[in-house]
């Protein structure tokens, strides 16, 4: 097995040609055709999941969020993203994220969300003309108040606590939703019909919601983390026999709520 082999599994789901112009996706350290006798898979890129790499023997990494994200004018152990470069270099472990290729097809990140609360007719909230882009609307089974619809967000994405602005009056049925830092998409959000918008990384001002509109911020980490699961399934669909596994310390966030 080859890494170009995986990579090609991954860009049929998630072209890399999608991804949005700031992005960095793709493989960031390694050549497409160094040997791959196990992958493992996990939401971000650290020097901790470079040493668990090395201890499993696994000689690739996928991840959602980029190692390398914007350009490096120096590589140095000092620095954390320099120290799981030169790491991940000299064990020869090769490193590809799938970011917004991931985030921008109905399956993928947005998607995922949306199946955790049941939603129907599923659209992309902000098509980028080609049946791709971000974030996803879709309809709930069935009308929820918004103490209803906060118990379910709370219980579906595992969450200690969100933020919230002011509680909707009357019903929610209609559901946008964007996985990561969304606010951009709110505007989207609200000519989309929807009732509510639930994202991560929304702005104080940004929860002065107009009558009729709700948004529900669930933390970025908490509203991408199922992509990994999907990332799994779909090289172990692809490679049944192959060494694919995800990190033992899943829980990669650096927010903590106390």
């Known amino acids: 097995m080859k890494v170009k082999d995986i990579v090609a599994v991954i860009e049929e789901f998630a072209p890399l040609a999608i991804q949005e112009g700031w992005d960095n996706s793709g493989l960031c350290v390694g050549s497409p055709e160094d040997e791959v006798s196990s992958v493992l898979l996990a939401l971000d890129c ?3 999941l470079v040493d668990e790499a090395i201890e499993c023997g696994a000689d690739m990494i996928v991840t959602h969020h980029p190692l390398i994200f914007s350009g490096l004018k120096k590589i140095s152990p000092e620095d954390q993203v320099g120290a799981a470069v030169i790491k991940a270099i000299k ?5 590809y994220a799938a970011h917004t290729s991931a985030d921008k097809v109905i399956a993928g990140v947005s998607g995922a969300m949306a199946a ?3 939603l129907t007719d599923v659209q992309i909230l902000d098509e980028d003309g080609e049946g791709t882009g971000l974030g996803v609307v879709g309809n709930l089974p069935e009308p929820l108040t918004a103490e209803q619809m906060i118990a379910l967000i709370k219980e579906k994405f595992e969450l200690k606590m969100l933020k919230s602005s002011k509680p909707l009056e009357g019903t929610i049925s209609r559901v946008a939703m964007c996985g990561g830092s969304g606010g ?3 505007g989207a959000a609200k000519r989309s019909g929807a009732h509510i918008y639930i994202s991560g990384d929304i702005s104080y001002h940004n929860f002065f919601a107009p ?3 709700m ?3 669930i933390g970025h980490y908490e509203s991408e983390i199922e992509i990994v699961n999907i990332l799994f ?3 172990k669909k692809n490679f049944p026999t192959f060494a694919v596994r995800i990190t033992q310390n899943i829980n990669s966030n650096p927010i903590y709520y106390f």
Do not use: P, Q, V
């Open 46 to 48: 650290t020097e901790t």
């Open 91 to 95: 064990h020869g472990i090769a490193i």
């Open 116 to 118: 955790k609360l049941n």
């Open 184 to 186: 951009s998409l709110i």
């Open 211 to 213: 009558e009729g509109f």
């Open 215 to 217: 948004i529900a911020d």
């Open 233 to 235: 399934s779909l090289i």
